[in-house]
T-cell receptor, first 113, second 113 residues
Framework: QQQVKQSPQSLIVQKGGISIINCAYE??????FPWYQQFPGKGPALLIA?????SEKKEGRFTISFNKSAKQFSLHIMDSQPGDSATYFC????????????FGKGTKLTVNP | ETGVTQSPTHLIKTRGQQVTLRCSSQ?????VSWYQQALGQGPQFIFQ???????GRGNFPPRFSGLQFPNYSSELNVNALELDDSALYLC????????????FGPGTRLTVL
């Protein structure tokens, strides 16, 4: 049973464009929703995270939008750069960020120059 | 402040053998979680250790076991290796508080032949 569904599987964007990755979850007990960025041969690195008491969180070029009623959240990357090319994972956990993370399957983002 | 470190970087074993992977948590962190990441997939939670005791386990058989030491470093042991155990094994450390998040190490790439 896949508790966190992520789409699209891959995404190609031109430099300067907006990259949008979507995730949907099933378990209403989830209360922490991070996005991780992973480069080849490296471990995932936390990019940005949100809790369900807010509908949007922005950090630099990265924004999470959260829709509690639809059980969906998304990552927007503004002004996408070639250096953003990586695999992005959404995740969810119960009882905060130090607990078991349930990951989506990942989105491979390619930003063309 | 040192980040999460893992050793070895790469490992090749044959089916039926046993393997031990090591993780040093980030300074000040008391919780270590282990994840398995198969090629092209998101990480899957194996188990978590807090204060030297297992604190939650994912859907992995008992041949996956672990330890946490007084300095909060940790080991993952896998017995009777199977071909499907080939994956990137990730360690993540955190504080055991809901406001914290998990920080991942670079992983150990295990290949089972």
């Amino acid at each position: 049973q896949q508790q966190v569904k992520q789409s699209p599987q891959s995404l190609i964007v031109q430099k300067g464009g907006i990259s949008i990755i979507n995730c949907a979850y099933e378990n209403t007990a989830f209360d922490y929703f991070p996005w991780y960025q992973q480069f080849p041969g490296k471990g995932p690195a936390l990019l940005i995270a949100i809790r369900p008491d807010v509908s949007e969180k922005k950090e630099g070029r990265f924004t999470i939008s959260f829709n509690k009623s639809a059980k969906q959240f998304s990552l927007h990357i503004m002004d996408s750069q070639p250096g953003d090319s990586a695999t992005y994972f959404c995740a969810a956990s119960k009882e905060g960020g130090s607990e078991k993370l349930v990951f989506g399957k990942g989105t491979k983002l390619t930003v063309n120059p | 402040e040192t980040g999460v470190t893992q050793s070895p970087t790469h490992l090749i074993k044959t089916r039926g053998q046993q393997v031990t992977l090591r993780c040093s948590s980030q300074s000040g962190h008391n919780t270590v979680s282990w994840y398995q990441q198969a090629l092209g997939q998101g990480p899957q939670f194996i188990f978590q250790y807090y204060r030297e005791e297992e604190n939650g386990r994912g859907n992995f058989p008992p041949r996956f076991s672990g330890l946490q030491f007084p300095n909060y470093s940790s080991e993952l042991n896998v017995n009777a290796l199977e071909l499907d155990d080939s994956a990137l094994y990730l360690c993540a450390s955190s504080l055991k508080v809901s406001t914290d998040t998990q920080y991942f190490g670079p992983g150990t790439r295990l290949t089972v032949l």
